[in-house]
């Protein structure tokens, strides 16, 4: 399986960018995926994720209400809309994928995925 991302991109504080990840050779419509990103000089942390048969979507504290996923289980595709975005967002951000259904309380956890997409870099400017 290979997770595709793309989307990325340099933008100023308060404007918006959305991420895609495309699967290909695979599916996780019957596990997870999430976003993970890392700063230059720290650790990769998690972003956001969603869970098959889990209506709810789950966010770091820090992007909650300025970020939204959703996926596409049709096209295999989960999307990150980012907006209001904050000089703090740059990083470079990935996603992941877990065949198997991760329990709530590993959800965050970077070991919870194989699979892992390429990075897409976000630079947001003051």
Do not use: H
Not at 20 to 33: I, K, L
Not at 85 to 90: A, M, R
């Amino acid at each position: 399986v290979q997770l595709q991302a793309s989307g990325g991109g340099s933008v100023q504080a308060g404007g918006s960018l959305r991420l895609s990840c495309a699967a290909s050779g695979g599916t996780f419509s019957r596990g997870g995926m999430a976003w993970f990103r890392q700063a230059p000089g720290k650790e990769r942390e998690f972003v956001a994720g969603i869970r098959y048969g889990d209506t709810n979507t789950y966010y770091a504290d820090s992007v909650k209400g300025r970020f939204t996923l959703s996926r596409d289980n049709a096209k295999n595709t989960v999307y990150l809309r980012m907006s209001t975005l904050k000089p703090e967002d740059t990083a470079l951000y990935y996603c992941a994928g877990a065949i198997n259904r991760p329990i709530l309380s590993a959800l965050r956890e970077q070991t919870s995925y194989a699979y892992w997409g390429q990075g897409t870099q976000v630079t947001v400017s003051s």
